[in-house]
């Protein structure tokens, strides 16, 4: 084109000749305007275009994916549909490996990390209970307890990447940064990503309904972001398109027996004991094609959680207490100490007890080496003392012959 820079010129002609016109765009200095004012207004017409191009392919992209998936896998009962309530149907489990079969056996990346370690008592060195499973394309988050999310901006995740959130139960050190999560996640993602797949207990919906809906705890600040000119220009600039809607997560409420199934995973969900009949409380089995998990929840020792993690390959387990320190039946009726986790473990046959749900008590020097030491001799795998921000092996630990071989 006559008179024009030699990068407006190679954007030009990326363009006629059909590449990407974002990454023409991106081509583009501001000095290469500078020096040819009629040029700027041609290609700043063009770039309008472009942008025009992008929304339209972008409109077409989220059409496609109009089904969300959650929803497309889950199979649901019509009187479920009809009162406006997602969930699943409910399957008793034989057998393990009856629906471990039923997954593609194929390699797959699986990590499992420890957010939030603690108890309701809050500590600067642990966040509340929350658990993080990355499984290839998909972020599975088991409950989001205070600090969840700083905990996932601090791993270098953003609250955007995660596609699933499993509650164990809803006392708030599980579940507290639930809001926190939704709403980052719906303003951050500016209508570019399906909405939070969420799966937990009975009033899950209720809870969800109470924060998000109209007349909810959140309603003068959706009412704000949905309608004021400034929250439409950042939501603009973010890529979003108007009009913007509220954050509408896709909630399935499951129950003991239940068997979820999705293509990389199945979940298995038992119930367990804690604070009922004023909470259902649940503890979860993650099936993939390599490995079993099973987040525990909270709870004390039960044969539903030993059934459930018969032969998984890791069990998160509660350590609330040193046993035989506390004996008031109050306590101990409804939760674990460490001696609790190691039984359960041994009989459910794991190859690896990581034990979290700590409390101030346990986390003392020489305090931890104890519950340790006498776990071991109860469980004959690994033991694990949970971190927050921990990567946890998903296979068991087999010392080095030489500590030489550390330092080759």
Not at 44 to 55: D, L, P
Not at 114 to 135: D, E, H, K
Request: hydrophobic content about 40%; proline content about 6%; aromatic content about 6%.
């Amino acid at each position: 084109m006559p008179g024009s820079s030699a990068v407006e010129q190679v954007a030009v002609n990326h363009f006629v000749a059909g590449s990407n016109p974002a990454r023409a765009a991106i081509r583009l200095r501001p000095s290469a305007f500078a020096h040819d004012r009629p040029m700027s207004l041609v290609m700043g017409w063009m770039i309008g275009r472009m942008r025009t191009w992008v929304r339209s392919e972008e409109r077409q992209r989220r059409h496609k994916r109009s089904v969300h998936p959650a929803r497309a896998a889950i199979r649901l009962r019509p009187s479920a549909v009809a009162h406006g309530r997602s969930q699943v149907r409910v399957q008793n489990v034989n057998s393990i490996d009856n629906h471990k079969s039923a997954i593609e056996n194929r390699p797959m990346s699986l990590n499992l990390t420890l957010l939030g370690t603690g108890t309701p008592t809050p500590l600067i060195q642990r966040a509340g209970s929350s658990y993080l499973v990355n499984l290839d394309d998909e972020m599975l988050l088991f409950d989001c307890g205070p600090g969840c999310v700083r905990r996932l901006i601090k791993k270098g995740i953003s609250p955007t990447r995660i596609t699933s959130l499993f509650l164990t139960h809803l006392h708030y050190d599980h579940c507290v940064d639930y809001s926190y999560l939704v709403l980052n996640r719906w303003d951050q993602g500016a209508g570019q990503i399906p909405e939070l797949d969420v799966i937990g207990p009975e009033n899950t919906l209720q809870t969800t309904n109470a924060l998000f809906n109209k007349g909810g705890a959140f309603d003068p600040d959706l009412i704000a972001r949905t309608q004021h000119p400034t929250s439409h220009f950042i939501y603009e600039q973010r890529g979003g398109e108007l009009p913007r809607v509220r954050p509408s997560p896709v909630v399935t409420e499951v129950a003991s027996g239940t068997l979820l199934e999705r293509n990389n995973w199945s979940l298995e969900v038992a119930e367990v004991i804690h604070v009922q009949p004023y909470l259902t409380c649940l503890a979860y089995r993650l099936n993939t094609s390599s490995h079993s998990i099973v987040f525990g929840g909270d709870t004390a020792p039960i044969d539903s959680l030993t059934k459930l993690a018969e032969n998984a390959d890791v069990l998160l387990h509660m350590c609330h207490f040193i046993n035989g320190v506390n004996t008031d039946t109050r306590l101990t009726d409804f939760c674990s100490g460490h001696l609790d986790a190691a039984r359960t473990a041994q009989e459910a046959g794991v190859n690896i007890l990581v034990l979290v749900h700590i409390s101030e008590q346990l986390d003392q020097p020489g305090t931890r080496e104890r519950v340790l030491s006498e776990a071991g001799k109860l469980f004959n795998g690994t033991i694990i003392f949970g971190e927050d921000l921990l990567d946890v092996p998903l296979n068991p630990i087999k010392p080095s012959p030489s500590i030489e071989k550390m330092f080759d």
